[in-house]
């Protein structure tokens, strides 16, 4: 009987130091098919060891990035150059990450996106909210008529009314006969997904969900308090502008402006007469939005086309070229911002996030223009290879992964608790034979 106690007792201690060992995990891949790049980030979801407080944790494993040729304002124009772009980040991504990737959660943007505000109401018939009552007004609010080459691409909850008392977050479980939900719809042109979709495919990639890029983003640099008190996020990337503003923690409004990077960088090939290649080098090394902060007597070195010698010029020069054009993208911003009508209820200003951002002066140029605070956002709250993606033009794909743990999180916490179920009932076991 002693060494029966002693072999269990051991046993438990066994599986213990297992399950703390080995906590459950589960790779996602986010994949960013931008303008001028394709970036593939691949996470581990892992599920922490604090029973009390079961959460997932978005771990960075690798990266992969490939110059994108083969899209224009964020819509695909050439299918074999971005799968072939697609295929080259991915290649990348497994070999520093480790792991096969077949199956992808892919952002989306471009000026065939179009969204809008709907409300549903229905009555609730057992007087206590279910999650079906909640799902019937969700349907009847998205039940408007929508163009036949356009689909739905996300329906965000933005609130609930429970017999005329607003502001309701969580309705389920709550009494009352009569429910209403507002939310946030977002359409897409069709032929624009199907297109990503193809290009996926034919990379050899499982294409798990495709998710509007502002959303994602936001996901990534915005906190809570941001949210709720008023925020515009603003991507800046290379063919599109993506904004996104939150409103008392739900998102209000979504808008895609398709001008970016790549037309500063145009601006600068014509207007220095160099390569185009060399004009997003200059840029990006000595740009500056704003041609006061610039020294009169700085210069720098402009290779020229057709063979000719490299020129050199006054770096104010580079920056009067740059900051008309960055003006006029922050005034197009500036005006989507005030036809949303929520421009007056920003308290927490502009949080900036995109390649194009990193741009010197760009967020002293956009307090200038919308007259509010801004700042440059980075990505946040992901572990493992972090500093890798610690810049404003990661937050898209960072955030892909983080809606990726959102939706990945039930089945991998329910497996948890099933898990620690089995285990509580097997010690349970052990002790009645024991005693």
């Known amino acids: 009987m002693q060494k029966n106690q002693t072999n269990q007792s051991s046993s438990i201690a066994g599986i213990t130091k297992t399950a703390r060992k080995e906590p459950k995990k589960e790779i996602v891949v986010g994949l960013d098919i931008g303008t001028t790049k394709i970036c593939a980030l691949v996470a581990e979801l892992i599920v922490d060891q604090n029973v009390d407080h079961p959460q997932v944790k978005v771990n960075i494993a690798g990266i992969g990035t490939a110059p994108s040729s083969g899209l224009r304002k964020g819509v695909v124009i050439n299918i074999e150059s971005t799968v072939e772009s697609i295929a080259k980040a991915i290649q990348e991504a497994q070999l520093m990450a480790g792991a096969k990737i077949d199956s992808v959660y892919v952002g989306i943007a471009g000026s065939h996106i179009h969204s809008f505000n709907s409300q549903g109401v229905v009555a609730v018939k057992d007087?206590?909210?279910?999650?079906?009552?909640?799902?019937?007004?969700?349907?009847?609010?998205?039940?408007?008529?929508?163009?036949?080459?356009?689909?739905?691409?996300?329906?965000?909850?933005?609130?609930?009314?429970?017999?005329?008392?607003?502001?309701?977050?969580?309705?389920?479980?709550?009494?009352?006969?009569?429910?209403?939900?507002?939310v946030h719809i977002v359409?897409?042109?069709?032929?624009?997904?199907?297109?990503?979709?193809?290009?996926?495919?034919?990379?050899?990639?499982?294409?798990?969900e495709m998710i509007l890029e502002p959303i994602a983003s936001a996901d990534a640099v915005l906190t809570a308090d941001e949210k709720e008190l008023g925020v515009v996020l603003v991507d800046i990337g290379g063919g599109t502008s993506d904004i996104a503003i939150f409103s008392q923690g739900a998102l209000v409004h979504t808008a895609v402006i398709p001008v970016g990077g790549n037309h500063i960088t145009r601006d600068i090939a014509v207007g220095l007469r160099t390569p185009q290649h060399e004009a997003e080098r200059i840029k990006l090394k000595y740009g500056c939005v704003i041609s006061g902060m610039v020294s009169a007597d700085e210069t720098i070195e402009v290779p020229s086309v057709g063979g000719r010698k490299p020129r050199v010029v006054a770096r104010k020069l580079l920056a009067d070229i740059v900051s008309p054009r960055m003006e006029e993208m922050f005034h197009m911003i500036k005006a989507e911002i005030q036809k949303s009508g929520f421009y007056e209820h920003v308290g927490s200003g502009i949080v900036f996030t995109g390649g194009a951002t990193l741009l010197e002066g760009s967020c002293e140029l956009g307090e200038m223009i919308f007259d509010m605070?801004?700042?440059?956002?980075?990505?946040?709250?992901?572990?493992?290879?972090?500093?890798?993606?610690?810049?404003?033009?990661?937050?898209?794909?960072?955030?892909?992964?983080?809606?990726?743990?959102?939706?990945?999180?039930?089945?991998?916490?329910?497996?948890?608790?099933?898990?620690?179920?089995?285990?509580?009932?097997?010690?349970?076991?052990?002790?009645?034979?024991?005693?």
């Open 187 to 208: 359409t897409a042109g069709a032929s624009a997904i199907q297109n990503v979709a193809k290009c996926c495919t034919r990379a050899g990639l499982h294409l798990q």
């Open 373 to 435: 605070p801004v700042k440059r956002g980075l990505p946040q709250g992901i572990g493992g290879l972090n500093d890798v993606v610690n810049n404003p033009k990661y937050a898209t794909v960072v955030g892909l992964l983080m809606q990726a743990a959102k939706k990945r999180s039930p089945s991998l916490l329910h497996g948890r608790m099933v898990l620690a179920g089995k285990f509580t009932n097997t010690v349970k076991g052990w002790i009645r034979e024991l005693f």
């Open 127 to 182: 007087k206590e909210i279910s999650h079906h009552d909640v799902a019937r007004v969700i349907d009847a609010a998205k039940a408007v008529a929508i163009p036949t080459d356009r689909e739905v691409l996300h329906v965000v909850p933005q609130e609930f009314i429970i017999d005329g008392q607003d502001g309701i977050r969580e309705p389920v479980g709550m009494s009352g006969v009569r429910l209403e939900g507002k």
